[in-house]
């Protein structure tokens, strides 16, 4: 198979010989019934290691987000969120659809924070005309942008003073801690409950975990069964984000250099690249040019999801060696 070049996601990766073997050789049991010693494993790790008391596995972060909402929101709640957030916007709205939540979206600020004064504002009077306000959601990181420590903390006294709840989507979360140079516990903190991908940078084939105290997850376990997500013998996906969590966060760093380098790279070419926090690399394309850098990319083996604003994305599966091969790619789809 020739290596293609994969720019589109940092989902797009494949699980390579070590992680197959953990998956094959892991001891498995009926999750449903709890007995899976792997997802068991799995999920007191990641939560001794992010500072919680218990964690669980859901096989995607759309759901681990939803069963999340549903667990801090009853029906005809509210819950405020940024109108770029995934759980608003890229998730078929499902709290609404799914769990009655009434979603109170505000913009985002360019830095990816939502204003304490537009939170503020946003917060309902104790009233039969409006919803109750209830829950904090933030994402960290937010297009590939890490939310300032100093935001994260003043968010969370806020949440606390206006008796709110917090949930943190934290799909890329270990993207933003490897940015900030902190450790697990310190990028986790203060939040109820927090959703982490293991299948985005971490390079699990799927799975994402949701973090809270034991009386919060044990009521998200009940809305996963609701929402379709009990599996059985999932200790083979569980061993997959075992050996993620083992051998795949130290090597992020690695992903956040090599878009450092292909942003630098692509300003070279005199086009505008947005500054690069962590894997992500946002490049402007002249609309005049869009159609046939796309069809140059593409024929040069290069996949990306090329607009006006073009968003590049690396991870496991590419390495530094193709950071030249995308830029000359770029030279010629622009010239072309
Ligand atoms: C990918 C992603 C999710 C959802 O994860 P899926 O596993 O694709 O359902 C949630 N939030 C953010 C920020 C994401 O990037």
């Known amino acids: 198979m020739s290596e293609l070049i994969d720019l589109r996601s940092d989902t797009v990766t494949r699980p390579g010989p070590g992680m197959r073997a953990a998956m094959a050789a892991a001891e498995v049991g009926d999750d449903v019934l709890g007995q899976d010693p792997t997802a068991q494993r799995l999920q007191e ?6 500072g919680f008391e218990a964690a669980l596995f859901f096989v995607s972060g759309t759901q681990s987000n939803l069963a999340a909402l549903m667990t801090h929101c009853q029906r005809g709640d509210e819950y405020l969120v940024g109108q770029e957030a995934h759980s608003y916007r890229y998730e078929q709205g499902g709290a609404a659809v799914l769990g009655s939540i009434q979603p109170q979206p505000l913009n985002n600020q360019p830095d990816g924070t939502l204003a304490l004064t537009d939170l503020a504002a946003a917060i309902k009077p104790d009233d ?13 990181t937010i297009h590939g942008k ?8 003043e968010a969370l006294v806020f949440a606390r003073a206006h008796g ?3 949930h943190l989507d934290g799909a890329r979360l270990l993207n933003a801690m490897t940015a900030r140079g902190c450790g697990e516990r310190e990028i986790a ?3 109820d409950t927090v959703s ?3 299948s985005k940078g971490l390079g699990a084939p799927a799975g994402t975990l949701l973090l809270g105290s034991k009386p919060l997850i044990a009521q998200a376990r009940r809305w996963r069964k609701a929402l379709g997500g009990g599996l059985r013998q999932v200790g083979v996906l569980a061993a997959a984000g075992l050996y993620a969590l083992e051998h795949h966060v130290g090597r992020l760093a690695e992903d956040h250099e090599n878009a ?16 690069v926090q962590t894997n992500m690399v ?3 394309i002249p609309p005049s040019r869009v159609a046939a850098l796309a069809a140059s990319l593409k024929q040069q083996g290069v996949q990306a999801l090329i607009g006006e604003r073009s968003r590049l994305v690396t991870h496991l599966d590419f390495k530094a060696e193709q950071i030249a091969p995308v830029i000359e790619g770029f030279r010629r789809g622009l010239a072309a």
């Open 45 to 50: 790790l990641a939560a001794e290691r992010f």
């Open 128 to 140: 039969a005309h409006f919803c109750r306000t209830r829950l904090l959601t933030l994402e960290n």
């Open 146 to 153: 890490v939310l300032p420590a100093s935001y994260v903390a």
């Open 164 to 166: 709110l709840a917090t």
């Open 189 to 191: 903190s203060g939040f």
């Open 196 to 198: 982490l991908c293991l």
């Open 260 to 275: 450092r380098q292909l942003g630098e790279g692509l300003r070279a070419l005199g086009l505008e690249v947005e500054p």
């Open 282 to 284: 946002f490049v402007r």
